[in-house]
């Protein structure tokens, strides 16, 4: 059934029912088909959107400007710096000044409160390329990504987030599967479980969809059974580098390596990642860890990285088709 998302922002999944997260995952799965099959139709034609990141990307970035691209929409580029937002001038202004030039607007940058305020004051759709809180693009990727790899039903899917688990990926993957009444785990030390309102919130929400939520510190209770293990770096862009010898020493229990992915008990469990990944010692970060701290990979090592159960660059290359499918969805009015 067709759902009506024109001129829908997303700013968080909160905002949308299951219906349409699902109507969305099936639209993903349709324009990946019809790209493939060379029948894409051009829906975006005479769009312009604009790109805002005020942190680095390269993910969120290529997939809206391709998708962009080949729906027929043009797209503009703001970076870090280049512009006058947030030194001179303020979101709301900004907001004001590119809903007039603009059909749309992706936002990347730590605020939650920011993104709110774009889609406050823009009057066009607004979506969220990732803030500290949120990063429901990725969540969409990562939902068609599991539907793909799996022949259950998503309400009958378990999967884990190893780690950082109350940062923006923990936090969008327990409101995707709150939603979806999927089994969730998250598995990380206490001190970086989500805050009480957002379990709160999501355990009402399970109340309603048949979710189960565990939030553990044990390895074993967080991975047994699941079909999915993600986790996501344990220091996120924003946050201070002097904390990574902390965030070591606390979060590598929860690495993922062929322990963690034996301890499932599934033989056929999929190891899943946003990216970009600490998996090795072959960038420069991953060069300083393991000279700082002798760590070749961090939460991921290459053993299931590079193993047969990564499935990575699927959900890498889903960034791109679903987040077309939220283009055309709030950007035309047929789909
Ligand atoms: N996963 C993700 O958002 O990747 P980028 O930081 O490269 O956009």
């Not at 729906?71 to 004001?96: C, L």
Request: charged residues 25%; contains cysteine; aromatic residues 8%.
């Amino acid at each position: 059934m067709p759902f009506n998302l024109f001129n829908k922002s997303l700013l968080t999944l909160k905002d949308f029912s299951a219906e349409e997260i699902h109507y969305l995952l099936d639209q993903s799965a349709e324009l990946k088909a019809a790209r493939a099959e060379g029948r894409e139709t051009q829906r975006l034609r005479g769009k312009n959107i604009v790109l805002i990141f005020e942190r680095d990307s390269t993910r969120t970035r290529t997939s809206f400007e391709v998708a962009a691209f080949e729906q027929g929409a043009q797209v503009t580029y703001i970076g870090p710096s280049g512009s006058h937002i947030g030194y001179k001038e303020t979101i709301q202004d900004t907001a004001r000044v590119l809903g007039r030039m603009y059909s749309g607007i992706e936002y990347r940058g730590a605020s939650q409160q920011n993104i709110e305020a774009l889609a406050r004051y823009a009057g066009v759709p607004v979506w969220n390329g990732m803030t500290d809180e949120e990063h429901p693009l990725q969540v969409l990727a990562d939902l068609l990504t599991m539907r793909e790899h799996t022949s259950k039903p998503l309400s009958e899917v378990a999967f884990a987030f190893l780690g950082h688990v109350g940062f923006n990926m923990g936090r969008s993957l327990l409101l995707g599967a709150a939603k979806l009444g999927m089994d969730i785990r998250l598995g990380g030390p206490k001190a970086y479980w989500p805050d009480e309102r957002s379990l709160d919130y999501v355990r009402t929400l399970a109340l309603e969809t048949g979710a189960r939520i565990t939030v553990t510190e044990d390895l074993e209770s967080a991975v047994k059974g699941c079909d999915f293990i993600h986790t996501d770096v344990w220091l996120s862009m924003g946050e201070d580098t002097s904390q990574w010898g902390e965030r070591i020493q606390q979060l590598l229990p929860y690495q993922v390596n062929s322990h963690a992915m034996a301890l499932t008990g599934n033989p056929d469990a999929k190891f899943m990642h946003c990216l970009p990944a600490i998996a090795n010692k072959e960038t420069v970060l991953g060069q300083k860890l393991y000279k700082e701290y002798g760590l070749d990979g961090a939460e991921v090592v290459d053993e299931v990285f590079e193993s047969k159960a990564s499935i990575v660059f699927d959900q890498a290359e889903n960034r791109l088709h679903t987040t077309k499918a939220v283009l055309v969805a709030t950007l035309s009015k047929c789909l």
